[in-house]
C-alpha cells in the first residue's frame, strides 16, 4: 500500500491514530526484546563478528605483507639478474676483444715469420747464387788459364812457367771484368 492508502485507511476507521500508534504495552515489550536482542548480539554476535573481521583484516594485512615483501624479493632477484647479465654480457665482451687482440697478435705474428722467412730465403738464394757466381768465376778462370796456356803455348812454341802463367790469366781476367 502506498502512504496515501495508509491515510485514507485511518481517516475512515473512526479510531485513526490507534491504528497507526501501537499500544504502549507493544511498545514496552519491543524495547524490552529489542534490548535483550541487543544484549545477546553484544555479547555472543558481535565480539564474534568483530573477531572474524579483526581476524580477517589481519590475515589481509599478512597477505598485503606478504605479496610486498614477495615483490621486494623478485625486485632483488631482478636487480641481481640485471647486474648478473650485464656483468655476463661486459665479461663476453671482454672475451671477445681479447680474442680479437690474441687472433691479431697472432696473425702480426704469422706476418713476421712469413717476412722472416721469405728474407732468409732470399738471403740463400742470394747466397748460394754468389757462391755459384764465384764457383763459376773460379771454373772459368781455371779454363780461361788453360786456353790461355794453350794459345800462348802454340804462339810462343815454349812452355810458360806457373808464376808467370798465374800472372797472365790474372791479368786476361782482370782485361775482361773491365770490358763489362
Known sequence: MTGSALVVLAAEGGGGATVLVPAPFEIVWGLVGFAILMAVMA??????????????????QGRLEAAESAHQEAEKLRRQYEEQLASAREQASKIIEDTRTQAEGLRQDLIKRAEDEARQIVERAQAD??????RLIQDLRGQVADLSLTIASKIVGTELDGGR???????YINELSSLN
Open 43 to 60: 555479547k555472543k554476535v558481535f565480539p564474534q563478528l568483530n573477531e572474524t573481521l579483526e581476524n580477517r583484516q589481519n590475515e589481509i
Open 129 to 134: 747464387q754468389q757462391a755459384e757466381r764465384n
Open 165 to 171: 802463367h798465374d800472372e797472365l790469366v790474372d791479368q
